[in-house]
């Protein structure tokens, strides 16, 4: 067992993380999918993978959640932390501090913690990749959600800044910077604001988790080897479009 490669995916109970699980079992990984839904335990065990519900925002939470892992595998390969939440649409003035420390505490603190504690444990088996899933919103500033966009900001140099730190001990950090994807989240969203979504997209059309997950797997394996420190868009062209403009 201590051979086969082990992945550890937060925000793993759906989307863009269960598409990475899926996929990466496929690839014969061992996979733990982490989330703070009931169902992750469940939802993990009907894909043949291991479920483990967390807070990524509190730090015993994290702490135990790779004691668990450690203790079944032995090893962590990989880290997907891919964990995170929205915010209001509200202007700066009007966010309360209560959703700005729930927004920043899932999206910032908790990317911290969980590369902190999974980090701790690569160093000690030789190395290991890291990929962060930060936003289009982490790269160009947006008026629809605040708290949002700067956790996202703080993502990317949590990732460069984890790269420098770590590129000598075999450890690489990368960074994914998704546009609009049709995921669960957006199933309440009306047709006619998703084709609106879509249309701000210079590709036209809303993105797959599927092909999220190709590029993170992309990112983990030895064929990324000479990559970190990168903050890679995954966005239709949004943010291409948008220096263009400027």
Sequence with gaps: MDNMKVAVI?????GIGLATGK??????????????????????????????????????????CILEVIKKYNHIDYL?????????????????????????GVNQTGIFLINKYVISEMLKTGGG?????????????????????????????????????????????????????????????PDDSKAAMANQLPIGRLGKDTEIADLICFLLSDEASFITGAIVPIDGGYTAAWENSN
Aim: charged content about 15%; overall charge negative; glycine content about 10%.
């Design 23 to 64: 996929r990466l079992k496929s690839m014969g990984c061992e996979v733990v999918l982490v989330d703070w839904s009931d169902n992750v335990e469940s939802i993990a065990l009907e894909n043949g993978l291991m479920g483990i519900k967390c807070d990524v925002s509190n730090e015993e939470d994290v702490k135990h």
């Design 129 to 189: 990749s890291i990929v962060n899933t930060s936003s289009m919103y982490g790269l160009v500033g947006t008026n629809m959600s605040f708290a949002y966009s700067a956790s996202k900001g703080a993502i990317n140099q949590i990732t460069r800044s984890l790269a420098l730190s770590y590129a000598r001990d075999n450890i690489r950090v990368n960074a994914i910077a998704p546009g609009y994807v049709d995921t669960p989240i957006l199933a309440m969203v």
């Design 10 to 14: 937060t925000g793993g109970a759906s």
């Design 80 to 104: 997907v932390a891919n964990a995170g939440i929205g915010g209001s649409a509200s202007l700066p003035h009007e966010v309360s501090l209560e959703e700005w420390n729930k927004v920043i």
